[in-house]
């Protein structure tokens, strides 16, 4: 499966995005899908994963409250609804696939989109 991630860009801190990942393939419900994102001289980290169906969720402590994944089965997309932006959730944000368990390990997923970097400004 390929990911394709978009929606990135410069926001003030406050103000909100929504990240967007798109699967090719018809595999798609397959997947436990999550985003993950990586700030400079960072180690790559969880942000939140969402089940097949769509119905459990899972999220960082450091985002919990402010940030929200879905996903849409006819579109073949995952979606990341990002509120409340801090400066600390500057990063580069990958969407990844795995046909496991929903974890929060990177080695737990098979397949990463090209990330989309997101900017917070103080």
């Known amino acids: 499966v390929q990911l394709q991630a978009s929606g990135g860009g410069l926001v003030q801190a406050g103000g909100s995005l929504i990240l967007s990942c798109r699967a090719s393939g018809r595999t798609f419900s397959s997947y436990v899908m999550a985003w993950f994102r990586q700030a400079p001289g960072k180690e790559r980290e969880f942000v939140t994963g969402?089940?097949?169906?769509?119905?459990?969720?899972e999220y960082a402590d450091s985002v919990k409250g402010r940030f929200t994944s879905s996903r849409d089965k006819a579109e073949n997309t995952v979606y990341l609804q990002m509120t409340s932006l801090k400066p600390e959730d500057t990063a580069v944000y990958y969407c990844?696939?795995?046909?496991?368990?929903?974890?929060?390990?990177?080695?737990?997923?098979?397949?990463w989109g090209q990330g989309t970097q997101v900017t917070v400004s103080s």
């Open positions: 990844a696939a795995g046909s496991g368990f929903l974890e929060a390990l990177p080695s737990a997923y098979d397949y």
């Open positions: 969402i089940s097949r169906s769509g119905g459990r969720a």
